[in-house]
């Protein structure tokens, strides 16, 4: 079907468009299964894959689709969990830190707060998973170790082994439903991080502590100048006070040396 359209610019000058065709869905077929879609990107066709139709293919030509595991992609995933993890860490570091030489103390030193997300986080990193694997249910198994000052170490020649031996173990250590190592810190950093968690509780009651030293504040410099004012009126009525009393003495002193001397008399 062939459509002609007309359109005027701003000038007046007419463009003629030709529809050569209307626009239609997308077709394809998978494994036998046909499909349409109004978009050139499937999505809904194969769990998890995306297809992206680029052209025409005929039944004496298909297109093989290979779906496998990326390994490459998984190790550098881990790698980015190690790397954010140490970071972390750092961070946890700084907050509860104390500088001897500067006698700084970190912001969270001796908090709660931070010593029980530190403890629960390493709970999980060191925990052992069921994975169906009694080789490969730990982070230590897959090559991951944890160094003196508690950051972690990745090697990839142990990681990359695991993988190409038992993937499905390595992939339930850390997707594994409730007890897996990534699904497990996941839940508790939701819950650190919700509404009714650790942190907003914390900063609750730090924000209430705070108002409380606030209004201790007000109420004490109130106190101090009031006091300030109740001192400065003592002294000034003292400083009237001895001003009257140097007058009072220096009449008395004037008095007594305007007396008459008396004259002692010796008896014979």
């Known amino acids: 079907m062939t459509y002609n359209i007309a359109n005027a610019d701003a000038n007046g000058n007419t463009t003629n468009y030709t529809q050569e065709a209307p626009a239609q869905d997308a077709k394809y077929s998978i494994s036998g299964v046909a ?72 912001p969270m030193l001796g908090n709660a707060l931070l010593s029980s997300t530190q403890n629960q986080m390493r ?47 390595v992939s339930a250590l850390f997707s594994s439903p409730g007890s897996g190592i990534a699904t497990s810190l996941n839940t508790q950093l939701t819950t650190d991080l919700g509404s009714t968690g650790a942190i907003a509780s914390n900063t609750t009651s730090l924000t209430s502590q705070e108002t409380a030293l606030t209004k201790k504040t007000t109420d004490l410099t109130a106190q101090m100048a009031a006091l300030s004012a109740s001192l400065t009126q003592q002294y000034s009525a003292l400083n009237s006070l001895l001003s009257s009393l140097q007058t009072t003495s220096a009449y008395l002193t004037q008095a007594f040396a305007s007396l008459p001397q008396i004259q002692g008399t010796s008896n014979a």
Not at 50 to 64: I, M, Q, R
Not at 76 to 86: D, E, K, L
Request: proline share 2%.
């Open 123 to 169: 709970s999980t990193l060191y925990s052992i998973v069921n994975t169906g694997s009694s080789t490969y249910n730990s982070l230590a198994s897959i090559g991951i170790t944890t160094n003196k000052d508690g950051t972690l170490s990745l090697n990839s020649a142990t990681l990359s082994n695991a993988l190409a031996t038992n993937f499905s173990a």
């Open 35 to 106: 499909g349409s879609s109004p978009s050139n990107t499937i999505t809904n066709a194969l769990t998890n894959v995306t297809l992206n139709l680029v052209a025409k293919t005929t039944g004496t030509d298909p297109t093989t689709v290979t779906v496998a595991t990326d390994s490459t992609t998984i190790q550098s995933n881990i790698a980015a969990f190690v790397t954010a993890y140490n970071t972390l860490l750092g961070t946890f570091s700084s907050l509860g830190s104390y500088d001897a030489a500067s006698q700084t103390a970190g």
